[in-house]
């Protein structure tokens, strides 16, 4: 992630926590999106729900938004899609689990 750190990490804890619920990538995207105070922040994920909403897979709608979303967390994603369990190579990056 690029910018502040405290903003992602709590951004990633949230959405990985979302999806081991059992919520989908949008819906979790969405009860995430007005969370953090960091505007860029919310303004990506936002603009990445407007992504997965129209087709694109997750990893794909990150990739467009690289100034906020960095090659290991698209990387990371990528992996998690082809594996099917995505909140773990997201809980990885947090560098712990919730």
């Known amino acids: ?7 992602f990490i709590q951004f990633l ?3 990985t926590a979302l999806l081991r619920a059992g919520l989908t990538v949008p819906d979790a995207l ?11 922040l919310s303004k990506a994920i936002y603009l ?7 087709g694109c897979s997750f990893s794909d709608a990150l990739y ?5 979303f960095d ?8 992996t998690g899609e082809s594996s099917g369990n995505l909140h773990e190579p997201l809980t990885k990056i947090r560098g712990n689990d919730v």
């Open 30 to 40: 969405n009860q995430c999106a007005d969370r953090p105070s960091n505007k860029p």
């Open 48 to 54: 990445v729900l407007k992504d997965v909403m129209s």
């Open 1 to 7: 992630m690029k910018g502040n750190t405290g903003d």
């Open 64 to 68: 467009k938004h690289q100034n906020v």
């Open 71 to 78: 090659s290991f967390m698209v990387s990371a994603v990528i």
């Open 13 to 15: 804890t949230e959405f």
